[in-house]
Structure formats: structure tokens, C-alpha cells
């Protein structure tokens, strides 16, 4: 019904998020290691967020769930709110947390690379 709403309202705050690191990160020194950014990072995770919300929205709107008149939602119109919302803290909160628990994967590999190459850089000087 609507459970798209909570992986899109988290892209929402991490793109805001995204946008004030990579501001602070202007300044941030440079080092023979290449690293990357935190907001480089974040940028992976507003991807994957943005993309899984945008087709789940579509799925949605595909099957009537979603129409183009207010109140936009056929659950809300049909009034069965309560069970929308049971979708979204179910179905909608895992989806959510599982997409940024393989993103936090992805830094942790990455994280693992950096530490990997800076070694190595240390050996050969």
C-alpha cells in the first residue's frame, strides 16, 4: 500500500545529510592514500534508496495502490489506514533497514580496501 513512504523518507534525510558533508568536506585535506568521501559514500546509499523507492512506487502505482488524485493512496480513500500503516512499520521499515545494512556493508569492504592500500603504501616507501 504505502510502504515505499519510509525507504523514500530516508533518502529524503540522507540526501539533506549528504549535501551538508559533502559542504564541510571542501576543506577536507588531501593524502597520498586515495580515500573516499563520506558524502561519496552517502551518495551510494541515496542511490540505492531513491531507485528501490522508485520502483516500489511504481509496482504500487501498477497494481491501483497509488492514484493520481488526492488523497493519492487507495488505502487512505478506502479507509484502511490502520492497515497501511501496519504495512509500512512491517514491510516498510525492513525494506529500509536492509538496504542500508548492505550499503553499511559496502563501507565496511571499501573501509577494508582503504586500510589495505594505505599499508601498503607505508611498506613501500
Given at each position: 500500500m504505502a510502504c515505499f513512504l519510509v525507504p523514500t523518507t530516508e533518502a529524503i534525510v540522507t540526501t539533506v545529510a549528504t549535501k551538508v558533508i559533502k559542504s564541510k568536506e571542501k576543506?577536507?585535506?588531501?593524502?597520498?592514500?586515495?580515500?573516499?568521501?563520506?558524502?561519496?559514500?552517502?551518495?551510494?546509499?541515496?542511490?540505492?534508496?531513491?531507485?528501490?523507492?522508485?520502483?516500489?512506487?511504481?509496482?504500487h502505482?501498477?497494481?491501483g495502490e497509488v492514484i493520481p488524485t488526492f488523497p493519492f493512496l487507495t488505502a487512505?480513500?478506502?479507509?484502511?489506514?490502520?492497515?497501511?500503516?501496519a504495512e509500512m512499520s512491517t514491510a516498510g521499515v525492513a525494506m529500509a533497514v536492509l538496504v542500508t545494512l548492505v550499503w553499511v556493508g559496502m563501507v565496511v569492504?571499501?573501509?577494508?580496501?582503504?586500510?589495505?592500500?594505505?599499508?601498503t603504501a607505508k611498506e613501500g616507501e
Open positions: 576543506n577536507a585535506e588531501h593524502t597520498e592514500v586515495p580515500k573516499v568521501h563520506l558524502s561519496t559514500k552517502m551518495g551510494w546509499l541515496n542511490k540505492m534508496l531513491w531507485g528501490g523507492s522508485a520502483l516500489l512506487a511504481f509496482e502505482l501498477w497494481h487512505v480513500k478506502e479507509g484502511e489506514t490502520s492497515g497501511m500503516l569492504a571499501v573501509s577494508y580496501m582503504e586500510k589495505s592500500a594505505k599499508k
